[in-house]
């Protein structure tokens, strides 16, 4: 019992807030330097470049997003996804 232990019940659930608007591709940004964001006003990923390959945090919601949002914006910016 998760109340016994100080947890709260989270009662009552509230509905989130919904986006003002479908989403919206934005592409990418470089930062700085090497470090970059890719994403639309619903998900995003962050993008660190090295010599010996790239550090992605966060690969999006799923396989369409990746194919559809993220390697575009890289190839955009002259990036190689395969890295």
Known sequence: DLESIGVPNSEPRLTPF??????????GQRLFDNFYWFGDTGVGAWLITSDDGYILF???????EARDVLVPAMRKFGLDPAK
């Open 18 to 27: 919904p986006a003002p608007r479908e989403k919206i591709l934005l592409g």
């Open 58 to 64: 966060d690969a999006l919601n799923n396989e369409e």
